[in-house]
């Protein structure tokens, strides 16, 4: 590998004259009434400081306030930038004599940090969030602040700066300081660049996707389905999705804009926002967070980017105790599977989508003539199937309705219930009652399918899909027009009752599910962060590595993605959980295998911040997209799925079942095994063997070509193609029929060789010269993606516009590691900004008579052009340089 050194360093510096900046410090407060907290202000970690201190304030008496003078040597425009505490805080401030205002510390928060010495995660964090633009006349000023939460009062300041506009804080580096630290990055970390936003380069980017949207979302009428397809309404066009879960729920006017033309530029067409309209504890309607969702969809629409609407998720709730639904809950419990057969509470549900749909905006409109919204999903991982549906998780005063309704169901089915237990021969439960039936634990369902069982299957069926067919009648009584999705959840056993799970969903427009690609992650709150301490291991996709090191090889993958009942698919949450070292596989990865199965929208999980941010939230930090390996590989991804470039493959397996067999729990022959994320891990804990039935297909064909599975009255006959010349087990290798794409599962490198993409992921090192039909590609990295895309439509052979995308693997600075057992590693330092990646090298070599007349020209990581880089005869891979514009001369 080529060392980092000095010369590198005017490729990645951003360079550029620091014009005047005001930086003060919280604790040199010119007048003061904080009073400091009795404990914590001195249990701090004053390294993460700027200056070595701040000011803080904790009173139960009244609020602190704190005042600044400071002076402006020139008048002009400057970005008000605060670090100070961002959990449960209040702070507002006033400039001169102008109005009190209030600020928001979510507003492009970025570089949280914990400096609590102790690591504890409690009030002792300190965040940049932006102010606003301001303007500050010559002369002296004054400006104070106020801390006032509803805890003990309770805030604090590290600092405040007055900086030139587009200024992005690092920690506690000054404006003047930023260049001298990326330096210090450059020189400190031999083999990783900085990826890192040049704030003064200007123009277009050539590689600017915003070109595949419509000119504003619903142009075409909105989004309908034909057959196995999405489309657009009027014209009838296939539609594909390249998604994200987002924007982040600070994001408002012009920043949300902002992020919406940033995600365009990236090729993404659809966001997914997802999260709860109500009130945590009672339900009540949030009429600002029912604005902010309209707020969402009318920005995104101006840049052709469609919303789906996921309105519903049981962990967003924990209700208090009281009457009705809310019996038995005490504050802490969540409502699984509740809505499904709950009246008062599916009552109040359709109060929260009737408002978020029919409530009309400042503009007069209302989501639901709005054909920009794709689509609304009524449930989020939640089902009867699931582990989560136990007496454990609801209370005795609900289940007692649902054991109601099943004895009503069994009735009518038998006569009464005496005939319903002699059916059962005799089998009876401890809730058993004169008008009640229990209900056995799914464990014992799906492992003895006695014929108790397999009716309590069909009445949970009957029950969870009628809430489904009613909820989307009433929709569209409603006058609702757009897409309807049930659910997208996993089971207990995936090969009995998930196809049960499949099926309840068919009252539905499309077929939606969930998928992680976890790294054994394991620690203190390991669900839902990262911190240090904890434990993980490496893995790769590309090589079907286990989750857990020393188990055996794990062929199901959250993107195998079939086709049911002949609907469209929707992955709606998907992703590779950092911080594994292989993720920089992901985009190429789901682009390809989406684009192979006929998948049709692929929605990543999840845009947590608008900027190149290691920690955007704390909560998300798991799953951040604003990485150099995700977000920033998705323009030569998006372009594969959206436009086809990799053709959808032969269906190698095409099977049914009829209800009838489902029903008796005989299972599925198809079934793609859940990839669930660490927050939902935690359900399915010490709950046994969920182990799959002998199904005779290989796993390895969901990568070889399409698959689809159908559930009717009456059986069809199964196709199986043979698939010995396309998997080659003792090679390792399995490719589609057309040779498109062929994964060395041995080496751990799939190659890309379709006519308009053309590239290879994984261990480039391996593969030694990748020979495809129109590039070959050298590179000595281990863990890589390199890929070139043609952006006019033509074959690579033909293009006069090529994107060449090179990707590494990434890091966060400083983060690292001590080894923690077999194939495990602890974390000792979880690092903070700017990301880093691995230095990029090779060569690519365009194999066209007229590569000597293709111009190569670098591009920075936001797309602008930068310098020439000779012709695509011969490309040299820079170290720092991730697109590559390649024009015919």
């Known amino acids: 590998m080529v060392k980092f050194g000095c010369w590198l360093l005017p490729l990645l510096l951003v360079s550029h004259a620091v014009a005047e900046s005001i930086w003060i410090e919280g604790e040199s407060a010119v007048d ?20 070595g201190d701040f000011i803080s304030h904790f009173s139960k008496d009244h609020p602190g306030e704190v005042g600044y003078d400071f002076e402006v040597n020139s008048a002009g425009e400057f970005d008000f930038w605060v670090r100070a505490n961002p959990v449960q805080s209040k702070i507002g401030y006033q400039l001169d004599s102008g109005e009190s205002e209030w600020i928001d510390m979510s507003r492009r928060q970025t570089g949280s940090v914990n400096i609590a010495s102790d690591g504890k995660p409690d009030l002792r964090f300190i965040a940049w969030a932006y102010v606003g633009r301001v303007t500050l006349k010559a002369g002296k000023h004054h400006l104070s602040f106020t801390f006032d939460s509803t805890n003990e009062y309770h805030g604090s300041l590290d600092c405040f700066v007055f900086a030139p506009p587009d200024f992005q804080p690092i920690g506690v580096l000054k404006p ?20 890192i936003s040049n704030q003064d380069a200007a123009g277009e980017s050539p590689i600017n996707l915003r070109r595949l949207n419509e000119k504003f979302a619903g142009e075409h009428g909105g989004i309908a389905t034909r057959g196995a397809d999405f489309i657009y309404r009027d014209s009838g066009e296939v539609v594909r999705f390249w998604g994200v879960n987002g924007p982040p729920v600070s994001l408002h006017g012009e920043e949300l804009a902002a992020c919406a033309r940033m995600l365009a530029s990236h090729g993404v067409n659809l966001v997914r926002i997802h999260g709860a309209v109500f009130d945590p504890k009672t339900g ?3 009429a600002a967070k029912v604005a902010h969702v309209r707020e969402i969809v009318a920005a995104m629409k101006k840049e052709g980017i469609y919303s789906h609407l996921s309105v519903y998720f049981p962990l967003w709730l924990s209700p208090e105790p009281g009457p009705g639904w809310r019996e038995g809950y005490d504050g802490n419990m969540h409502p699984f599977a509740l809505l499904y057969f709950e009246p008062e509470f599916q009552k109040l549900y359709r109060s929260w989508v009737e408002a978020l749909l029919k409530q009309p905006g400042s503009d007069s409109h209302a989501l639901i003539d709005e054909p920009a919204v794709m689509g609304i999903e009524l449930i989020n991982e939640d089902s009867f199937f699931f582990w989560t549906f136990s007496e454990k998780n609801i209370p005795p005063a609900q289940l007692a309705k649902l054991e109601a309704m099943f004895a009503k169901w069994a009735a009518a089915k038998y006569g009464s219930l005496p005939a319903a237990h002699q059916a059962w021969h005799g089998m009876k439960l401890p809730h058993d009652a004169d008008d009640a039936l229990g209900i056995r634990p799914l464990y014992q369902i799906f492992t003895d399918k006695t014929q108790r069982d397999q009716d309590t299957a069909a009445f949970l069926l009957e029950t969870q899909r009628g809430f489904y067919e009613t909820t989307s009648k009433w929709l569209r009584n409603l006058g609702y027009e757009g897409l309807i999705t049930a659910s997208n959840w996993t089971t207990a056993n995936q090969a009995i009752l998930g196809p049960l799970e499949k099926y309840s969903y068919t009252p539905g427009d499309f077929i939606d599910r969930h998928g992680y690609f976890g790294c054994h992650l394991e620690g203190d709150n390991a669900s839902w962060s990262i911190r240090n301490g904890q434990t993980y291991g490496d893995r790769s996709a590309l090589r079907f590595d286990p989750e857990k090191p020393g188990d055996s090889k794990d062929f199901s993958h959250p993107a195998i993605d079939p086709t049911y009942f002949g609907k469209p698919s929707m992955i ?7 911080p594994n070292r292989y993720r920089g596989e992901a985009p190429l990865f789901y682009a390809a295998y989406g684009a192979l199965q006929g998948s049709d929208a692929l929605v990543h999980f999840a845009l947590d911040g608008a900027q190149w ?26 372009l594969i799925f959206r436009q086809g470039l990799v053709h959808p493959g032969e269906v190698v397996a095409d099977l049914s079942l009829t209800l009838t067999d489902a029903l008796a729990l005989k299972g599925s022959p198809l079934v793609p095994v859940a990839n669930l994320d660490e927050l939902r891990k935690q359900d399915v804990q010490d709950q046994g063997d969920a182990g799959n039935i002998s199904t005779g297909i290989d796993p390895l064909a969901f990568f070889a070509g399409r698959t689809a599975l159908g559930i009717g009255a009456e059986k069809k006959a199964d196709r199986v193609a043979d698939l010995s010349d396309l998997i080659h087990r003792e090679k390792q290798e399995v490719r589609s ?17 379709a006519p308009a993409a053309q590239g290879a992921v994984g261990n480039l090192k391996e593969g030694g010269v990748i020979d495809l039909t129109d590039v070959e590609i050298r590179s000595p990295l281990e863990i890589g993606e390199i890929v070139a895309v043609s952006l006019d439509g033509k074959p690579l052979a033909d293009s006069e516009s090529i994107l060449l995308q090179v990707m590494s693997e990434e890091k966060a600075n400083g983060f690292a590691t001590e080894p923690a057992g077999e194939g495990l590693k602890r974390i000792i330092n979880i690092g903070s900004d700017p990301w880093l990646i691995r230095q990029l090298a090779g060569t690519v070599r365009f194999k066209r008579a007229d590569a000597a007349k293709l111009e190569v020209r670098q591009l920075d990581i936001n797309g602008r052009l930068q310098k020439p880089l000779g012709t695509a005869d011969q490309i040299q891979l820079q170290p720092a340089t991730a697109y590559y514009w390649i024009t015919k001369s």
Do not use: C
């Open 737 to 753: 029929r057309d040779g498109e794409l062929k994964l060395d599962y041995g080496k751990g490198l799939l190659r890309l060789n």
């Open 284 to 286: 009540v309607l949030d």
């Open 32 to 51: 003061s009434t904080a009073v400091k907290h009795p404990w914590y202000h001195s249990q701090v970690d004053r390294k993460q400081l700027s200056g």
């Open 572 to 578: 709606s949450e998907t992703t590779w959980n950092r």
């Open 613 to 638: 941010s290691v920690k955007p939230g704390y909560f998300m930090q798991p799953w951040t997209l604003m990485s150099p390996t995700q977000m920033g590989q998705f323009p030569a991804a998006a």
């Open 176 to 195: 003047d300081e930023i260049e001298a630290h990326q330096r210090e990055l450059a020189e400190s970390n031999d083999g990783w660049v900085p990826w």
